[in-house]
Nanobody, 117 residues
Framework: QVQLVESGGGFVQAGGSLRLSCVAS????????MGWYRQAPGKQREFVAA???????HYADTVKGRFTISRNNAKNTIYLQIDRLQPSDTCMYYC???????????WGQGTQVAVSS
């Protein structure tokens, strides 16, 4: 299996920036795409961004232009750079790693982002 550990969240003023990290360990050779979801209290989890092992990226329309996903293969790590933070970005951010088709992805425990107005 794959273990995912997120870090980099915090409490930030609107307009600021954060860089979230997600380190993968375990059966890393089984990983294809990785990415990020986020979830606010009382709301459903929503897709944020994804990156394939070949480097292709995809973003939710709600974050496009402010969020940048990247990877460091040597460190088995993906990142989420968040710029021009907004109060609506206040969520728990979860890293995921896709598995074989038909299986649920692996999930990290999340890192909290809180943005003040």
């Amino acid at each position: 299996q794959v273990q995912l550990v997120e870090s980099g969240g915090g409490f930030v003023q609107a307009g600021g920036s954060l860089r979230l990290s997600c380190v993968a360990s375990g059966s890393v050779n089984s990983i294809n795409a990785m990415g990020w979801y986020r979830q606010a209290p009382g709301k459903q989890r929503e897709f944020v961004a994804a990156i394939t092992r070949s480097g292709s990226t995809h973003y939710a329309d709600t974050v496009k232009g402010r969020f940048t996903i990247s990877r460091n293969n040597a460190k088995n790590t993906i990142y989420l750079q968040i710029d021009r933070l907004q109060p609506s970005d206040t969520c728990m951010y979860y890293c995921y790693s896709e598995r074989a088709e038909g299986y649920d992805p692996y999930w990290g425990q999340g890192t909290q982002v809180a943005v003040s107005s």
